[in-house]
């Protein structure tokens, strides 16, 4: 009875979160890891939770943490975790974060995705040209491959 009624409070507090409504989704969290405190998800999400809306940096990195810790093979673990960093405006900790998921989560594309919104891309070889040339595109790899290839990648 206890964990139907954790996953309806998680359910509605993660709809609010979703919609932008984190101040309106705490109380939900919260009432979700108190009836399950093992929960993982309900952890990590109250973390999120707490970062948007109160700006507990702290508290929330802990939460996240120990749900990681928990289940290291759940990219979403990561991806909140990283959202955590990212809100308090620790960009590096939030790319560590997800190049741990992408060792421990088996590539999900989703921590993927996450990363090339964090990292900051270098501008076109040709910048007359878009990003999505042909002729960019293949400089672009060549210049990638050269960079590496010195170490300055």
């Not at 802990?62 to 759940?74: E, I, P, S, Y």
């Not at 560590?96 to 989560?105: P, Y």
Request: net charge positive; glycine share 4%.
């Amino acid at each position: 009875m206890m964990d139907t009624e954790a996953f309806r409070e998680f359910k509605t507090g993660l709809t609010l979160l979703r919609d932008n409504y984190a101040v309106k989704a705490l109380p939900h969290m919260k009432r979700a890891v108190d009836l399950d405190r093992n929960n993982p998800y309900y952890m990590s999400y109250l973390g999120v939770v707490l970062a948007r809306s109160e700006q507990k940096w702290g508290e929330a990195e802990r939460l996240c943490d120990t749900a990681v810790r928990m289940k290291r093979n759940q990219a979403q673990l990561y991806l909140n975790l990283a959202e955590v960093y990212a809100t308090a405006g620790r960009r590096d900790e939030a790319v560590e974060a997800l190049q741990s998921g992408l060792k421990f989560a088996r590539r999900d594309v989703r921590l993927t995705i996450a990363m090339n919104r964090l990292v900051e891309r270098r501008p076109p070889v040709l910048t007359f040209l878009t990003r999505q040339h042909p002729i960019n595109r293949q400089l672009g790899i060549i210049r990638h491959k050269t960079l590496r290839m010195f170490g300055q990648d």
